[in-house]
């Protein structure tokens, strides 16, 4: 097992080394350096486990750690810390770091520790992921599709630090979800990606998202009509099943059309949640596109409805949408003009914005109905490869 031990403090260094021979058989290169040199070290080096000692303080020195850690998903990370306060800790937590040990250490200590952290990585490593794609679409423009994908994909990375959630901008010309809940700057896009799909991996997915937090992250879509149109349906496919493999929930933001990169998408999904609002135009689309997803092979199974900015009192009943749709009302998503407004003014997450915001709610509750749907279809898995059915 090569493991890298990195510190600024030669005497250190030696000293952990030194103890570190005495109780393993690891294979062990010391490198002398800062914050700075652990990317490059790593790079170098790859090893399975990286030990790092050093007082991580600057928010800067965690960014540089944390494109590592993404950058190296098969490799384990201990922290070597003087003072692990609980802030502190969850943020080594959120970031992926193995482990976090107080200084200062022993030998024995940090050999099973070593030991521990390369176990769980081998695990997780070959633990085969196979992510949830779920597909979100509007029965008209306007229904709300790219504020709830986008505020659900945060919702859900919120709840579950150590889990990965995408979320992916089909609306390939003039998609703007990642400017719903972030500054936006983004280095490449859906139609960048399409470009070079050859050359597709889990690391040119992660480095290609506007990140909203270390765990979430939004591919844009393309920057103008032009790019738009040189995606085609086979690079919808290859990036979906990429992402499924490299995250545990992939949210696509679909445009209201069926054509054949939308149907991909939708071929993809598990479920496809279909956002409306409780008024006749809505409903007449509803109809509409619920009758083209019969034609494509979506049924009930796979098709959940949502009502989105749902009144009290309304004019017209949850009862006569199922009526006239013929399938059961998922959930519904309250009104709340001015707070989603700011939100998507600021670009700023509304459950951040506004915690006890009656939206932030069904948004969180929605994160948790899909966390508990997970749970049964895992352990349905589990069950099968033991009954073999
Ligand atoms: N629950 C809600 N309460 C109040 N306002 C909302 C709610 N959901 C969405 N909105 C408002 O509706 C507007 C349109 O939402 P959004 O852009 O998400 O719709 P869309 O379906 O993605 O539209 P498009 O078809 O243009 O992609 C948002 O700017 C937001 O202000
Ligand atoms: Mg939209």
Same mark, same amino acid.
């Given at each position: ?17 030194? %103890? ?109 992921? %196979? ?106 496919? %290859? ?151």
């Amino acid at each position: 097992m090569k493991v890298v031990l990195i510190s600024p403090d030669q005497s250190e260094l030696g000293q952990i080394g030194s %103890q570190l021979s005495a109780v393993g058989n690891f294979e062990l290169t010391p490198v002398q350096g800062s914050n700075h040199e652990v990317a490059s070290a790593v790079e170098r080096h790859q090893p399975d486990v990286l030990v790092v000692d050093g007082v991580y303080q600057e928010s800067s020195a965690f960014d540089q750690l944390e494109k590592t850690i993404v950058a190296n998903p098969g490799m384990a990370v201990i922290l070597l810390a003087k003072t692990l306060t609980p802030e502190f800790l969850l943020h080594m937590m959120r970031m992926g770091v193995t482990e976090v040990l107080p200084q200062p250490v022993n030998g024995p200590a940090l050999k099973e520790s070593i030991e521990r952290a390369r176990q769980r990585v081998v695990v997780k490593k070959t633990a085969h992921r %196979q992510g949830r794609v779920v597909a979100m679409m509007g029965c008209k423009g306007g229904s709300g599709v790219t504020f709830l994908a986008a505020n659900l994909g945060y919702a859900v990375a919120s709840a579950n630090p150590n889990q990965r959630i995408i979320l992916i901008d089909l609306n390939l010309q003039g998609g703007d979800a990642e400017l719903f809940v972030s500054d936006g700057r983004s280095v490449s896009n859906v139609a960048s990606i399409a470009a070079e799909i050859n050359r597709l991996d889990s690391t040119l997915l992660e480095s290609s998202l506007v990140r909203v937090l270390p765990n979430y992250g939004v591919l844009a879509a393309a920057q103008d009509t032009h790019e738009a149109f040189s995606v085609k349906p086979e690079h919808v496919g %290859q990036l979906i099943e990429v992402a499924s493999k490299s995250y545990d929930l992939v949210i696509l933001d679909v445009p209201r059309s069926v054509d054949p990169v939308t149907v991909k998408a939708l071929d993809r999904a598990s479920e496809i949640f279909v956002i409306l609002q409780m008024t006749l135009p809505f409903i007449r689309d509803a109809k509409k596109l619920l009758g083209d997803f019969r034609a494509l092979g979506y049924g009930p199974a796979k098709v959940r409805l949502i009502i989105n900015r749902y009144e009290k009192e309304p004019e017209i009943t949850i009862k006569d949408v199922q009526q006239t749709l013929g399938m059961p009302v998922y959930r519904t998503v309250p009104n709340s003009y001015r707070n989603v407004a700011t939100s998507v003014n600021q670009g700023v997450p509304i459950a951040k914005l506004a915690p006890r915001d009656p939206v932030t709610k069904a948004l969180m509750e929605m994160a948790d109905a899909l966390q508990q749907n997970k749970a049964v279809a895992d352990s349905k898995g589990w069950l099968a490869s033991l009954t073999g059915r």
